[in-house]
C-alpha cells in the first residue's frame, strides 16, 4: 500500500527515511532554536517518573542501586530529542528505536551521549523488555505509523503502569504549519496522512491508556523567514515527497518574494498538539470510566 509518494507502508518500513541524502539533510533541515528544543525537553521532561530528574547517585532508587525506569524515544530520528532528554533528566538512561539505518547513524554522529544508546526497531516491534520504561516520547511519528493499534499494544507493553507516553504531533483537525501557505496542496496530502485526536484516543484507549492531558500551541521553529527558507529549501521533510520540482520551486519563490519584500522577520511559528497518555492497569484493558478528556 502506498501512503504518499514513495512512501509504502508495511511494519517499521519507511523508505523516505531510508535515503540516506535524506538522512543527511534532516538535522539540519529540522534543527529548531536551541531555547524551543530546550523548552519541548523540558516540557516532555516534566512527565518523567520523579527519579529520572534527580542527580545520579541521589534518589534512593539509585542509591540502592537498583535501574532507573528509562526514558525511550520510538522513531527517534537523528536523536535530538535523545540527547535533550537526557540533558533535562540527568539520572535518566534514553533508548532511541529507530528503523532507518541511515537516521540512527545520524543520530549517532549528531547526537550520540553517555546516557544514550539507539537501537534498531519499530513502533509495531520495540527490541525492549516489558514495563521497562517509565516515559516514552512519539514525536513526529504517529502518522507515519502503518499499523497504530499495534504500536499501542507495544507501547503499553514497555511503559510501567503510571507510565507515561508523550504524542507530539499536529493533528488533523489543527493542522496549521508556514509550509501550508506557500505550497497549499500539502494541507491536502496532510490531511489524509495525519490522524485526529479522536482516532489516535480510538488505537490507544484499548491498549491501557488513558488522557492524562492534552495540550496545544504554536511554538517558534525558525528565527525569522530567511532562516526557515533555508533549512525548508533542502526538503528534508517527509511531506515535500508529495510536491514535484516544479510545485516545491513554485513554493519556494512565494517565499523568497515575501524574504525580498523585507516581510518575515518574525520568528516562524508552528503550531503542535501534545497529547499526553498515561498507563493503567493490565494490556488490553480500557481505562475505566474515562471521559472525552
Ligand atoms: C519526522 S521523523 C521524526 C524524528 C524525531 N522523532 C524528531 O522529532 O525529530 C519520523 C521518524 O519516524 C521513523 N518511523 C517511521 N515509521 C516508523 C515506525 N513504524 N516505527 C518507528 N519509527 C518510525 C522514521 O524513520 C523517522 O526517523
Not at 496530502?189 to 492531558?213: K, W
Not at 519584500?261 to 516562524?268: I, M, Y
Request: hydrophobic share 40%; charged share 25%.
Amino acid at each position: 500500500m502506498v501512503t504518499e509518494a514513495g512512501q509504502a507502508t508495511g511494519p517499521g518500513r519507511q523508505p523516505a527515511y531510508e535515503d540516506p541524502q535524506l538522512a543527511a539533510r534532516y538535522e539540519h533541515g529540522n534543527e529548531m532554536p536551541a531555547e524551543s528544543l530546550r523548552a519541548w525537553a523540558e516540557l516532555i521532561a516534566g512527565y518523567a517518573p520523579e527519579e529520572a530528574a534527580s542527580a545520579p547517585g541521589t534518589s534512593p532508587a539509585s542509591t540502592a542501586g537498583a535501574r532507573m525506569p528509562g526514558v525511550l524515544e520510538v522513531g527517534s530520528g537523528t536523536g535530538m530529542f535523545c540527547t535533550a532528554l537526557a540533558r533535562a533528566l540527568p539520572a535518566a538512561e534514553v533508548t532511541g528505536v529507530e528503523p532507518s539505518g541511515p537516521m540512527r547513524a545520524e543520530a549517532e554522529r549528531h547526537h550520540a551521549h553517555p546516557r544514550v544508546r539507539y537501537l534498531a526497531g519499530s513502533a509495531e516491534r520495540l527490541p525492549v523488555p516489558a514495563a521497562g520504561f517509565g516515559l516514552a516520547l512519539l514525536s513526529r511519528v504517529v502518522h507515519h505509523l502503518p499499523d497504530r493499534p499495534a504500536a499501542a499494544r507495544e507501547l503499553a507493553r514497555v511503559l510501567r503502569p503510571g507510565g507515561r507516553l508523550v504524542i507530539r504531533t499536529t493533528v488533523r483537525e489543527r493542522l496549521d504549519a508556514p509550509v501550508y501557505r506557500y505550497w497549499p496542496r500539502l494541507l491536502e496530502t496532510d490531511a489524509a496522512r495525519f490522524p485526529s485526536e479522536q482516532e489516535i484516543l480510538a488505537d490507544f484507549r484499548p491498549a491501557g491508556f488513558r488522557v492524562h492531558r492534552v495540550h496545544s500551541f504554536a511554538q517558534p521553529v525558525a528565527a525569522d523567514l530567511r532562516q526557515w527558507r533555508e533549512r525548508v529549501a533542502g526538503r528534508a521533510q517527509s511531506k515535500f515527497l508529495a510536491l514535484s520540482e516544479a510545485e516545491f520551486a513554485a513554493g519556494l519563490a512565494r517565499v523568497d518574494a515575501e524574504v525580498a519584500g523585507a516581510r518575515g522577520s518574525e520568528p516562524v511559528l508552528e503550531r503542535y498538539d501534545v497529547i499526553v497518555l498515561e498507563r493503567v492497569g493490565g494490556v488490553g484493558t480500557a481505562a475505566p470510566g474515562e471521559g472525552a478528556k
